[in-house]
């Protein structure tokens, strides 16, 4: 977080009349990043559904939602931290034609 001082762990408030959690958010980008661990997220079905709507209901709230697993970020933080960049850089850029 070094690199975006103003990123949020466990942010509340994303939804509107929900308590979801962002495990990391970017508020000022609007950018939910998401950590997936297959333990949590994939072992039970109801709980995978449950993502999807919570997903949905960010997009329909304005954010933008990056996910990443676990694992990926252990074995290539680089690479994740990247691709959150990439996502400022596309932003600026549709801010800039506006």
Request: glycine share 8%; aromatic share 6%.
């Given at each position: 977080m070094a690199r975006w001082p103003t990123a949020v762990r466990e942010f509340e408030?994303?939804?509107?009349?929900?308590?979801?959690?962002l495990d990391v958010a970017l508020p000022e980008a609007r950018i939910a990043l998401e950590v997936d661990g297959f333990r949590?997220?994939?072992?039970?079905?109801?709980?995978?559904?449950?993502?999807?709507?919570?997903?949905?209901?960010q997009v329909i709230s304005g954010w933008r939602v990056l996910r990443f697993a676990a694992g990926d970020i252990r074995k290539d933080l680089d690479a994740?931290?990247?691709?959150?960049?990439?996502?400022l850089e596309t932003i600026r850029h549709e801010q800039d034609r506006n």
């Open positions: 408030g994303a939804v509107p009349g929900r308590r979801y959690r949590h997220h994939g072992k039970h079905l109801e709980d995978f559904k449950r993502d999807r709507v919570r997903q949905n209901l994740c931290l990247d691709t959150i960049q990439a996502l």
